[in-house]
């Protein structure tokens, strides 16, 4: 999925690990160079403002649970509609 953030497009893809159990998030830019790869969705946890990476969105990805278990979630419990989403909060 394409996105912008803060006024620059990304590209974003989020899979599930049936190995691990665990949902996981890549970053590339628009011309798909690698940003972050394998980043573990955890709900309340800022995603991408612990790396220190030249290209990286200023603001925040971050998994928010709506049940507010603030567990990992689940194959069926991530996505729209869903337990757990992703949201971008910009750069102060």
């Known amino acids: 999925m394409t996105i912008a953030l803060d006024g620059v497009r990304y590209r974003l893809k989020v899979y599930f690990s049936f190995r691990q159990g665990i949902w996981f998030l890549d970053l590339q830019t628009d011309n798909q160079t690698d940003l972050l790869l394998g980043i573990k ?52």
């Open 41 to 92: 969705i955890v709900p309340e946890w800022g995603l991408i403002s612990r790396f220190q990476i030249t290209g990286l969105p200023p603001g925040e990805i971050i998994a928010v649970d709506s049940s507010e278990l603030n567990a990992p979630p689940g194959r069926d419990d991530f996505g729209l509609g869903r337990r757990v989403g992703l949201y971008y909060q910009e750069a102060s």
